[in-house]
Each structure stands twice: as C-alpha cells, then as structure tokens.
C-alpha cells in the first residue's frame, strides 16, 4: 500500500454555492486561515473539523475530504 | 491577502501577531542586556556593559507601552477571539513551535557551556547565570520566532 493523503474538494464545494473563504469559516467556526490551510494542503483537519465543514457545505463528509493513496514508484 | 475579506477573528489574530513581534523583540532585547551585564568585568567594561543594558531595557519598554496603549482592545470573552484561539491551524503551528524551540534547547547546551563554561573563564556565580540567561533567552525567542514563520500567510 502507497501513502496515504486526505484529498479534499472545499475549494469546488465552496465554488458550487457561492462562498468565500471567510464565509466558509465563519459558517464553520474557525478562522479564515485555516480553511486556507486546509484547502492548500497545509494542514489536515481534525474529525470535528472536518464534519462542521461538511456541515457548513451541507455535504456528506465523505463529498468534501476522502483518502487519496499513491502508489510508490516501481 | 484582501484585508476586506479578513474574518472578525482575522483581525484579531493579525494583532496578536503584531504583538509577538514586539515580544519577541522584547526579549532579545532584554536578553542581550542582560548577558552584556553578567559578561562585563572590570569597572570600565561594567560600567558600559551596565549603561547598555539600562538603554536596551529603556527601549524594551517603550516597545511595550506603545502596544499596550496603542490599538484595539479585545474582549477575551468575545466570539471572534474565543473563535481564534480555539483554532485549529494556530493550536497545531504552536506544537510546531514548541517542539522545536525544545530541539533548539537542547541542541544549544553543550555548545553555550563550551564557549561559557572554557571559552569565556568566568567566574563561579557568572557562568551558571549567563548559561540560564543565554538558554532563557534562546528558548523563548525560539518558541516565538518559530510560530511566527510556521503562522505566517
């Protein structure tokens, strides 16, 4: 098995309704930074994180952030 | 980044910042005073030592009276401050910063008792209170000058 990273879409969920990153944090109380830090790969948000920004999107979880494993090279 | 997209809690973390800053100024100010003092022998020598370290002081607090009386003051209690400190992305860059202030530390002992311990020949109560002021001084400006680069836009 590869390595695994979380793959998130906030950036195209936030799109498809019209959100700011400001607006996308305040619906999901946090700041604007981390929204920013999440969206650019910084930073892996925590479950409760991660659920109160589906939430704010009004997407199941799973929409938003989901596993993305590479494979090693051969 | 657009200040007029900048979140309640934005701003505030923005002052908070301005503030280490200053902090972290502060203390290295106050910290190289001190050390000037301790490291001074000789009544010539002490006598300078002493009046810089009495001017960098001086300036010490003149950096932080104009922070405590210039600017907005912020309830601890309000939402977008309580919302900041709570953050998540500001909560893991203070680990960051910690961790590695601690391996700075660390990294820093055997190095600072070289050059205070042999280098230097100071004398029984200089060399334990220099090496306190040095590590005191290292830490803290690393703790703080470590958050500021891992939280920074």
Do not use: C
Not at chain 1, 54 to 62: S, T
Not at chain 2, 21 to 48: D, F, K, M, N, Y
Request: overall charge neutral; charged content about 20%.
């Amino acid at each position: 098995m590869g390595e695994s990273r979380v793959h998130n879409t906030m950036k195209v969920q936030r799109a498809i309704r019209d959100l700011t990153q400001a607006d996308l944090a305040e619906l999901a109380g946090v700041t604007r930074r981390s929204i920013n830090a999440i969206e650019t790969g910084r930073m892996v948000p925590s479950v409760l994180l991660a659920l109160r920004i589906a939430r704010a999107l009004e997407v199941p979880v799973e929409t938003v952030f989901s596993l993305d494993e590479t494979r090693p090279p051969a | 980044m657009n200040p007029s997209a900048d979140t309640p809690s934005d701003r505030f973390l923005r002052y908070s910042r301005q503030k280490l800053i200053a902090l972290l100024a502060v203390t290295l100010l106050v910290g190289a005073g001190g050390l000037a003092v301790v490291l001074a022998s000789g009544e010539p020598a002490e006598r300078w030592a002493t009046n810089v370290a009495l001017v960098l002081a001086l300036v010490a607090l003149l950096v932080m009276v104009q922070f405590a009386v210039r600017g907005r003051r912020w309830n601890p209690e309000a939402a977008e401050v309580q919302v900041a400190l709570r953050d998540e992305w500001l909560r893991s860059n203070i680990d960051r910063a910690s961790r590695g202030a601690l391996a700075v530390v660390l990294l820093a002992q055997f190095p600072l008792a070289i050059v205070f311990g042999y280098m230097m020949e100071l004398s029984q109560p200089q060399g334990p209170i220099v090496m306190a002021t040095a590590t005191f001084m290292i830490g803290l400006s690393s703790q703080i000058g470590l958050f500021l680069w891992f939280d920074r836009e």
